[in-house]
């Protein structure tokens, strides 16, 4: 089993803005539905299903009538969950349950279609969680997994940090290393694992392995007209003011020294970060902050076995 969440705030409670509505673009999702064959699955099955936001944008493309269970360990993300749907007139195609992914309460081969996104990130034994979800996949049915290699997102550039020392663009990507390692070395995930899961899935026995990269971004220049610019900002004004990062405030700070680094450096990075903040939100008023925002978002697909 996995260890409780060992912050006092529900798993992922940061990360549950509505800027998440945006994180795909729905005629790309069709498209890769379409190249897999999903048109073929009729009961679907989401791990880690938070308030549901992708299990509410993958609905749209499974055929009309088709059914999704959303599971989640955290019973207030679950509740959420089957609020949302029911508000978003989907209660007859979503439900929820509060469930582990690593011991899911169904019998093998229940589903044709088993998916995760931004969950096998945080478990301590993602090979174990990919295993389960083959267990209670049919025989040739589809895994789908969206999962990042956020390491990447700290060399993004922008209006604001494209001529800093390298120093500087160094001391961050030390920094944001450390906290991965530490993470890991708590068992409590890997930010970056995304870059893994093609070879893991072969590992599995699974067949038809594809990676693709969710192609949407939120890119930010003025005047931050479009609704999704407005609800980005929003979001990110709000984790600048809480102090979060890829990592919620209280667990960076663990993480980071989990990894190997030193009280001291901590402060110190907490000082740029603050800086760098001010400096983002001061460039937005003035309206002269932009940045394409690009990151890794893989989406991995693969047949389960034919066979046990
Ligand atoms: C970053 S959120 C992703 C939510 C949703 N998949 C989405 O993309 O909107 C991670 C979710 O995984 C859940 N989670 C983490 N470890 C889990 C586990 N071992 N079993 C079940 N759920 C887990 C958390 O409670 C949280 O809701």
Redesign the pocket.
């Known amino acids: ?2 260890k409780p ?1 060992a912050s006092s705030r ?3 409670a940061e ?2 803005g509505d800027w ?1 509505d945006y ?1 795909w673009n729905h005629d790309y999702l069709a498209l890769l539905a379409r190249r897999w064959g999903f048109c073929r699955a009729r009961c679907a099955l ?10 509410r944008a993958l609905i749209k493309v499974l055929p009309a009538g088709s059914k999704l269970i ?5 019973a207030k ?1 679950v509740e959420l969950a089957a609020r949302r749907a029911r508000q978003a007139g989907l209660g007859r195609r979503l439900s929820y349950q509060t ?4 011991t899911l309460p169904f019998p093998d081969g229940s589903f044709d279609l088993v998916t ?4 096998l ?4 034994e993602p090979k174990l ?1 990919l295993a389960e979800m083959l267990r209670v996949l049919r025989p040739g049915g589809w895994l789908l997994a ?1 999962e990042p290699n956020n390491r990447v997102s700290g060399g993004v550039l922008s209006s604001i940090n494209h001529e800093e020392s390298v120093q500087t663009t160094l001391a961050r990507l030390r920094f944001e290393l450390l906290c991965e390692r530490g993470k890991r070395a708590l068992g409590l ?1 890997d930010n970056s694992m995304g870059d893994l899961l093609p070879g893991w899935l072969a590992g599995l026995g699974c067949r038809d392995i594809s990676a693709s990269l969710n192609d949407k971004l939120i890119p930010l220049f003025p005047p931050y007209a479009a609704l999704e610019q407005k609800v980005f900002l929003k979001q990110i004004e709000d984790w600048i003011q809480r102090e979060v990062g890829i990592d919620a405030a209280d667990e960076t700070r663990r993480f980071f020294l989990a990894g190997g680094g030193s009280v001291r450096e901590f402060s110190e990075h907490r000082r740029r970060i603050r800086q760098e903040g001010r400096a983002l939100l001061a460039a937005v008023r003035k309206g002269d902050y932009h940045c394409a925002n690009g990151h890794l978002h893989y989406v991995v697909c693969a047949r389960a076995p034919k066979s046990r």
């Open positions: 089993m996995t969440h529900p798993h992922s990360f549950f998440r994180w989401d791990v880690g299903c938070g308030v549901g936001h992708w299990s959303g599971v989640d360990r955290e993300w469930a582990a992914a690593e995760c996104q931004t969950v990130m945080h478990v301590r969680v969206a995930g």
